[in-house]
């Protein structure tokens, strides 16, 4: 079974609102992944993060990885009806073993 | 921008029938992964290969599921037979090694209906 949660399941905000979703693994991680999945399409890598305490920004989007690297944050300022979709965060549980996915969060924005 | 081709996108098949789903990967991309998605849920890897072994098929169905990548390029899974509960979208995807920078990319994925 998955051992990447996530929370929460479902996030509607107007445009323009903020938007955070919340991963944590039950193991220490070696990196964290986030994937973007819009409806009716696949996931599409967003971004790595590796070291302890790591910051990321991709434009309006930030990315931040726990200290114990055991958890991890995507915070998406001023949200865009074009960031609708399911946000997934993934690691790997074991070193050279593939990505286990967590169930990830569904963002609705209404304009 | 390279993809990762799947084929076919849709398939609908009888219960207890076969089915088989084709991937190719990106060209250099040694690991190849078989992931299934539930409608709502995360995706769930099936099986992983480097080249052309296995390195981790623990969450494979062995008494129904098969998946090959014989000449380490392209692989097939298959289904034989197919159960409701197999209705799904099979997702391939594709990376350098399973830490890779660059992350998975995904294929379109094949949605599979058992009836």
């Known amino acids: 079974g998955q051992q990447v949660m996530q929370i929460p399941q479902y996030q509607h905000v107007q445009e323009g609102e903020d938007f955070t979703t919340y991963c944590n693994s039950s193991t220490t991680l070696s990196n964290i992944q986030w994937y973007k999945q819009r409806p009716g399409g696949h996931p599409v890598f967003l971004i790595q993060?590796?070291?302890?305490?790591e910051v990321k920004k991709q434009k309006r989007l930030t990315f931040q990885f726990g200290e114990a690297k055991k958890n991890s944050s995507l915070h998406i300022t001023a949200t865009q009806t074009t960031d609708v979709g399911t946000y997934f965060c993934?690691?790997?549980?074991?070193?050279?073993?593939?990505?286990?996915f967590g169930k990830g969060t569904s963002l609705l924005v209404t304009p | 921008e390279a993809e990762v081709a799947q084929s076919p996108r849709y398939k609908i098949t009888e219960k207890s029938q076969a089915v088989a789903f084709w991937c190719d990967p990106i060209s250099g991309h040694a690991t190849l992964y078989w992931y299934r998605q539930i409608l709502g849920q995360g995706p769930e890897l099936l099986v992983q290969f480097q080249d052309e072994s296995v390195v981790d098929d623990s969450q494979l169905p062995k008494d129904r599921f098969s998946a090959e990548r014989l000449k380490g390029v392209d692989s097939t899974l298959k289904i034989q037979p197919a159960e409701l509960g197999d209705s799904a979208m099979y997702l391939c995807?594709?990376?350098?090694?399973?830490?890779?920078?660059?992350?998975?990319?995904f294929g379109s994925g094949t949605r599979l209906t058992v009836v």
């Open positions: 993934a690691g790997p549980l074991k070193s050279g073993y593939a990505l286990n």
């Open positions: 995807a594709s990376s350098f090694g399973e830490d890779s920078v660059y992350g998975y990319t």
């Open positions: 993060l590796v070291k302890s305490g």
